[in-house]
């Protein structure tokens, strides 16, 4: 069993939709969680960095984590075709050199 | 400020070759990694480096050589290609611990035939 796991998509969804992105983690150790955007032929880049538990906002951006059930999300607010991209999920423990984990990402595509 | 860079963007390699993939940083910062992306596997650690002088394997360090002379540059050799080893690299930087932020650079695609 992968430590994370997506699912790949691809999703397709209309612009200004609201996308939920998922990601479910084996490790009850994790207690960071990240989402990343990797455009097309690009290195990803860090869009969300959450600790522990419950909800962070940035803009039209929601990361949720529930680690009752191994559970985080990534939901998109007014979707725009510029978030067409793929997310990954990461995780790590948060001891100084853990191993980070990514997910294999979910690829999204807003259409206009 | 470029960031982290790598070159070369695109490499097409024959069984048995050797090459080295470049990647310089100019942040100053201490850690430097390689991952390799494969369709359905995710990002996946191959070596990694915590200042000049310093490296050590991560999850797939089969097949590759690392080193770190300077803090800024963090090559990455593949010591004799095989097909297995077709797939994106991407050289990231951080801080100074893996768990600080990452910034990739843009990759390099390779091919091994």
């Known amino acids: 069993q992968k430590e994370v796991e997506q699912d790949p998509g691809p999703l397709s969804v209309p612009e200004g939709a609201i996308v939920s992105l998922n990601c479910t983690y084996s490790n009850s150790a994790f207690q960071y969680f990240m989402w990343y955007r990797q455009y097309s032929r690009k290195g990803p880049e860090l869009l969300m960095y959450t600790y522990s538990s419950g909800n962070k906002e940035d803009g039209r951006f929601t990361a949720q984590v529930d680690k009752s059930s191994k559970y985080i999300s990534l939901f998109i607010r007014d979707s725009q075709p510029s978030d067409s991209a793929t997310y990954l999920c990461?995780?790590?423990?948060?001891?100084?050199?853990?191993?980070?984990?990514f997910g294999p990402g979910t690829s999204l595509s807003v259409i206009p | 400020n470029a960031g982290v860079t790598q070159t070369p963007k695109f490499q097409v390699l024959k069984t048995g070759q050797s090459m080295t993939l470049q990647c310089a940083q100019d942040?100053?910062?201490?850690?430097m990694s390689w991952y390799r992306q494969d369709p359905g596997m995710g990002l996946r650690l191959i070596h990694y480096s915590v200042g000049a002088g310093i490296t050590d394997q991560g999850e797939v360090p089969n097949g590759y050589n690392v080193s770190r002379s300077t803090t800024e540059d963090f090559p990455l050799r593949l010591l004799s290609a095989a097909p297995s080893q077709t797939s994106v690299y991407f050289c990231a930087s951080s801080y100074r611990r893996s768990t600080d932020t990452q910034y990739f650079g843009p990759g390099t695609r390779l091919t091994v035939l």
């Open positions: 990461a995780s790590h423990q948060g001891t100084s050199y853990d191993k980070v984990i």
């Open positions: 942040m100053n910062h201490e850690y």
